[in-house]
């Protein structure tokens, strides 16, 4: 059983910085993927980042690249994603997640926990 929370969400200005962490409670292994998504009113959620924990890759969604930067850390039990040079469009709800044997880290249905979720209102 694993246990994500999530944090560091809120309102920003658009071209504004956040960081979002996810603590990680229970076990977790290298035959896991932590991944993050979102969903914004009236939309399907969608896949923002991911990381394995067997080799450290990261993906990202074509519309976050170059902005968002998702890291592990493994001291603290956490993970987080960077978020940098918002746009009104990144306005959604994020949640991390993790799954084990992911084969495509884009589709939630691979994952197999999931967070509350934490707010982020990027403002024009």
């Known amino acids: 059983q694993v246990q994500l929370v999530e944090s560091g969400g809120g309102l920003v200005q658009a071209g504004g910085s956040l960081r979002l962490s996810c603590a990680v409670s229970?076990?977790?292994?290298?035959?896991?993927?932590m991944g993050w998504f979102r969903q914004a009113p009236g939309k399907e959620r969608e896949f923002v980042a991911a990381?394995?924990?067997?080799?450290?890759?990261?993906y990202y969604a074509d519309s976050v690249k170059g902005r968002f930067t998702i890291s592990r850390d493994n001291a603290k039990n956490t993970v987080a994603l960077q978020m940098n040079s918002l746009k009104p469009e990144d306005t959604a709800v994020y949640y991390c997640?993790?799954?084990?044997?992911?084969?495509?880290?884009?589709?939630?249905?691979?994952?197999?926990?999931w967070g509350q979720g934490t707010q982020v209102t990027v403002s024009s």
């Open positions: 229970g076990r977790t292994s290298s035959r896991h993927a």
């Open positions: 997640s993790a799954g084990r044997d992911v084969s495509s880290v884009a589709m939630s249905t691979h994952y197999d926990y």
């Open positions: 990381i394995r924990l067997s080799t450290y890759s990261t």
